[in-house]
């Protein structure tokens, strides 16, 4: 008796096993969910849906955005990381919402760590040190000796602090061991750069190449580990300061209790796209590179960037409450 208890418990863990196999190759049934941390028309949300476009056709089902700005990518994420782990949502959001925020946030209503994990990478892009054309540094190395020999004269704008555009250049300050004044915007400081205003700015490559390339602001520095093909005369950062190479991407992620099997899928249909000739063209016409890695090698960049960019946030104590 005891045996064909047993068997027949056997039977049907077999069974629920087969069972949640299915469910998972099953997977997707019905319309996912792309939550984008920024509003309509930004980079975000513009290769949110291009991604999606491609994973709706791959996957067979709708593949919606769902715009949530707010706090800096806080409040997509959070919804994200409250969301019913059944691989129909997924987090559309910057990489600074993972390897910035939870330094200069003291307290975050999730836990980027334990509640929320990569699925996949979508883009990238460095950015440039640029300056407006009067400015008598034609090098980033004559910026350093110009800064060394007047400390806290130069100024260097930044989208506010906290963000990317501040904290590469205080990388750079910390390593070159000059002073600069920062001056944090709310919004774009561009006009004022090329009015003269402020002397510096950390600019994405997708905005900074036409100002380049039209003559109305200077390339000084790319932050990339290599130089850029539109700017291919502006040496990298780090090869004035070795080892300073920094750049700013766009990933996906899901709630942590997600099936394996779902993310694994996931990542292979975004993986797929950015090897797509089609949609390698139409990210590259953006200024910007496809980037499809997998979920381990996403983590890696995860936390190589945290470690840089929490590292720089303690040692200048830089918070955002």
Known sequence: MRSKIKLLGGLVLGLACSLAGAQNTDWPTKPIRIVVGFAAGTPPDIFARMYGDYASKKLGVPVLVDNKPGAAGNLSTDIVAKAPADGYTFLYNLSTAFTINPFIYSKLPFDPEKDL????????QGLVLITNPNFPSKTIRDLVAAAKVKPGVYSHASYGAGSPSHLIVEWLKEEAKIDMLHVPYRASPVADLLGGQVDTLMEPIATASPLIASGRAKALAYSDTTRHPSIPDVPTLSEVVPGLSVSSWHGIWAASATPAAVLTRFNSVMVEAANDPEMQKRIR????EPL???RA?????VR????????????KNITLD
């Open 304 to 315: 190589r960037d945290a470690e840089i960019f929490g590292r720089i946030v303690k040692a």
């Open 297 to 301: 090698e996403m983590a890696s960049m």
């Open 292 to 294: 499809g890695v997998s």
């Open 117 to 124: 994990v990569p699925v996949a990478t979508t883009m990238r």
């Open 285 to 288: 016409a953006l200024n910007v």
